[in-house]
């Protein structure tokens, strides 16, 4: 499956790296969710989503039991969608991913880290709750210097697939092609 997004096409991995690009603030680039060569990790975080969607096309959060998703549980943050305020506020922010960028943005909404950072993470965030499919991309870590990342964006129902209320954000320094340091 291919998602677009207003400044670039969705590449594959390959691609990407063959022609590097130079993320600046406002950037990411859009990658294939279904290509063959995205990180291990982040290829089997993908197909754990599909394997556990429902009926509706998503999977319920019991199937996100933390006990299910070992393999994952530093790597992920997750964002409940408040409609009152149409935004989301981080509920659980992986360990991996605050040792990554030096920040734990727990308790704080989506347009904060918009604020902070000039960053279009809100827009993603309800792009993947009204598509209702996993978003892939490469964002850039402002915080410290480690360049680009490979960020996961899975949307999850706590109503037995009625809505994407959650969605489940991973994290993986490095980029493509390569497992994620633990």
């Given at each position: 499956?291919?998602?677009?997004?207003?400044?670039?096409?969705?590449?594959?991995?390959?691609?990407?790296?063959r022609?590097?690009?130079?993320?600046?603030?406002?950037?990411?680039?859009?990658?294939?969710?279904?290509?063959?060569?995205?990180?291990?990790?982040?290829?089997r975080l993908?197909?754990?989503?599909?394997?556990?969607?429902?009926?509706?096309?998503?999977?319920?959060r019991?199937?996100?039991?933390?006990?299910?998703?070992?393999?994952?549980?530093?790597?992920?943050?997750?964002?409940?969608?408040?409609?009152?305020?149409?935004?989301?506020?981080?509920?659980?922010?992986?360990?991996?991913?605050?040792?990554?960028?030096?920040?734990?943005?727990?308790?704080?909404?989506a347009?904060?880290?918009?604020?902070?950072?000039g960053?279009?993470?809100?827009?993603?965030l309800?792009?993947?709750?009204?598509?209702?499919?996993?978003?892939?991309?490469?964002?850039?870590?402002?915080?410290?210097?480690?360049?680009?990342?490979?960020?996961?964006?899975?949307?999850?129902?706590?109503?037995?697939?009625?809505?994407?209320?959650?969605?489940?954000?991973?994290?993986?320094?490095?980029?493509?092609?390569?497992?994620?340091?633990?």
């Open positions: 499956m291919k998602l677009f997004r207003w400044c670039a096409p969705s590449r594959s991995a390959r691609e990407v790296r022609h590097p690009l130079h993320l600046q603030k406002n950037a990411s680039a859009r990658l294939d969710s279904a290509g063959g060569d995205l990180n291990p990790q982040a290829a993908i197909s754990f989503w599909h394997a556990n969607r429902l009926e509706t096309g998503l999977p319920d019991q199937s996100f039991d933390p006990s299910c998703m070992t393999e994952w549980l530093g790597y992920i943050s997750i964002y409940e969608y408040e409609p009152a305020k149409d935004d989301f506020r981080n509920r659980l922010e992986g360990s991996y991913v605050a040792d990554l960028t030096g920040e734990n943005w727990t308790g704080h909404y347009s904060e880290v918009d604020m902070r950072f960053a279009r993470f809100l827009r993603d309800k792009e993947t709750r009204v598509q209702r499919v996993p978003l892939v991309d490469l964002v850039q870590i402002f915080q410290n210097d480690y360049g680009v990342a490979l960020r996961v964006m899975l949307p999850v129902s706590r109503r037995s697939g009625r809505e994407a209320d959650q969605i489940f954000v991973a994290i993986f320094a490095g980029g493509v092609g390569q497992p994620a340091v633990a």
